[in-house]
Structure formats: structure tokens, C-alpha cells
């Protein structure tokens, strides 16, 4: 299901801002590949929280080739680390950015997201969380001391994606258990984000219902 109705959905697609040539050829290639990057709506968002955090350094976990990367650039940011375990996608991504000029404001770090964060050291002004969803909180938990204070996190898929929406809004309204992970470790993982996130001093948090939903993350500490 959408959370947006049709009409809302739709104005904003209108008016969500026009594709670079590289964002469209990889716009079209995720159409390809049946892949699922960020959009223009939540990639619009990306921009501005690296516009208004007057971002540096960005790191993201689950990058594909680099769709979302390229909205952080838009905004400014310096430089974008993008991990990815799929050894195609990160090379797609690497051509993309030296067909396009921007090979020195990106790095693909092939693997393990949760192994390649612990080998950087902070600050970051930006993290999005866009990997696997029964590893948000870890991915949260890892990343939380390597973004500056006034730094932003910033997760995808909170309300749409792999995961039962109608399941969430009953957890968060009613207090109604999340599934099992072994029945559905996708929605058990964005609920437990979201309670991680809403219950942590260190941050606040805003829900936006764009693209796949966004939970975004100011760092308070
Ligand atoms: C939703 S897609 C990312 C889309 C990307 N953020 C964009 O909008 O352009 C999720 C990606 O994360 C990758 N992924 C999932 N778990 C990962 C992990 N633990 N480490 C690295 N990559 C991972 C998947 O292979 C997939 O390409």
C-alpha cells in the first residue's frame, strides 16, 4: 500500500526536481534491473540534508551503483562512501562516476557494510541507512558515534519497501507486537529502528512520507 493517496503522490513526483543525465541513466537502468533506488522525491531530501548540514563527508550503507550518492553531491557534500556487496552494482556504480566526472567524490567499498563502517573513523555529517532492514539498529548503532552533533541520519523504507505498513502503524498506535523476525524480519526491523530512534536522547527524529518513507535523524548530543 501507499501511504500517500494517488493525487498526493503524483504532485509530488510533479514537482520533485528534473533528473541529471547520469541520475536518469541510472533511473533507467534500476527500471532495467527492476532495482529499487531512492527516487527524486526522497532523493530531493538527500540534496537537502546535505545543503543544510553544509555536508563533507556522507556514508551510506547499501549503495547499489550510486544513485542515492549522487543527490548528497547535488547538496554539496564532498565526498560520498558507498558500500555495497554486490560486486556488479559497485562497479556500475564506479563507471557511472568516471563517465560522468565525479570518480573523486565517491568511493565503493565492496562488502559488508557493517564490516566496512568500522573501518572508517568519523565525523560524518550524513549516514542513510538503505541495506538490509533486520539491520538497521546495528547499522544506527555503529554509525551513531561517527556523525558529528548537528549531523543527520537518515533511513529509507520506514513506511513502504519489503516491509507490512499496516503491521507498523498497529505497533506504534495500538502497541500491538511486532511480527517475529522469523516471520517477517523486515518489518520487525524498521519497527525496532523506529522505536530505537524515537526513544534515543541523542537524536530527534522526523518521519517524512516521501519516496519509501524517510526517517530522519538529527544528531543532538
Ligand atoms: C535499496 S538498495 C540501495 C539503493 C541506493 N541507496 C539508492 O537509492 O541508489 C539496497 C542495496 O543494499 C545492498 N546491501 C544490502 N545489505 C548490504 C550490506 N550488509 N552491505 C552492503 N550492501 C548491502 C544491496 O545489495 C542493495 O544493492
Redesign the pocket.
Known amino acids: 500500500m501507499d501511504v500517500l493517496t494517488d493525487t498526493a503522490r503524483r504532485f509530488l513526483a510533479a514537482t520533485a526536481p528534473e533528473h541529471t543525465p547520469v541520475q536518469s541513466e ?1 533511473a533507467d537502468l534500476a527500471d532495467e534491473w527492476g ?4 527516487g527524486p522525491e526522497a532523493g530531493a531530501v538527500c540534496r537537502l540534508l546535505a545543503r543544510l548540514t553544509d555536508a563533507g563527508r556522507v556514508f ?10 549522487t543527490w548528497f553531491l547535488r547538496g554539496g557534500a564532498d565526498h560520498v562512501t558507498c ?4 560486486v556488479d ?1 559497485a562497479e556500475r556504480g564506479v563507471a557511472f562516476a568516471a563517465d560522468h566526472g565525479y570518480a573523486d567524490r565517491v568511493t565503493f567499498e565492496v ?4 564490516e ?1 563502517v568500522e573501518r572508517y573513523d568519523g565525523p560524518f555529517d550524513v549516514a ?1 541507512i ?3 532492514k533486520e ?1 538497521y539498529v546495528d547499522a544506527y548503532r555503529a554509525v551513531l558515534p561517527k556523525v558529528r552533533s548537528g549531523g543527520v541520519i537518515v533511513a ?2 520506514v513506511t513502504r519497501g519489503p516491509i507490512d505498513f499496516e503491521t507498523l502503524v498497529a505497533h506504534f498506535e495500538a502497541g500491538d507486537p511486532l511480527p517475529d523476525a522469523a516471520v517477517d524480519a523486515e518489518t520487525r526491523g524498521i519497527g525496532e529502528y523506529l522505536g530505537t530512534v524515537r526513544s534515543d536522547d541523542a537524536v530527534e527524529t522526523a518521519i517524512l512520507p516521501v519516496g519509501s518513507g524517510l526517517a530522519v535523524s538529527t544528531v543532538v548530543r
Do not use: C, K, W
Open positions: 541510472m532495482f529499487p533506488i531512492v551510506e550503507f547499501g549503495s547499489g551503483f550510486g544513485y542515492s550518492a558500500t555495497e556487496f554486490d552494482e562488502g559488508d557494510a557493517m566496512t542513510l538503505d541495506h538490509q539491520r529509507d523504507n
